[in-house]
């Protein structure tokens, strides 16, 4: 598991559906359940820029 007081380049350009606070921070900043973070993950790949693109287009 990360730990998230270690943060650097790769982990700022990436999402990891594994890890709770991730998933939960984009949802908080996107207003959408954890489920939909996840899906987007899914359906653009780990890129942070995607899956914001993603969760913006989709509301």
Do not use: I
């Not at 207003?31 to 942070?48: D, I, L, N, Y």
């Amino acid at each position: 598991m990360d730990d998230p007081k270690k943060v650097g380049r790769q982990d700022r350009a990436q999402v990891n559906p594994n890890e709770e606070y991730e998933v939960e921070h984009l949802a908080q900043k996107f207003g959408v359940s954890p489920a939909k973070v996840r899906q987007a993950e899914q359906a653009v790949g780990k890129s942070r820029q995607k899956v914001e693109e993603y969760l913006t287009s989709r509301k």
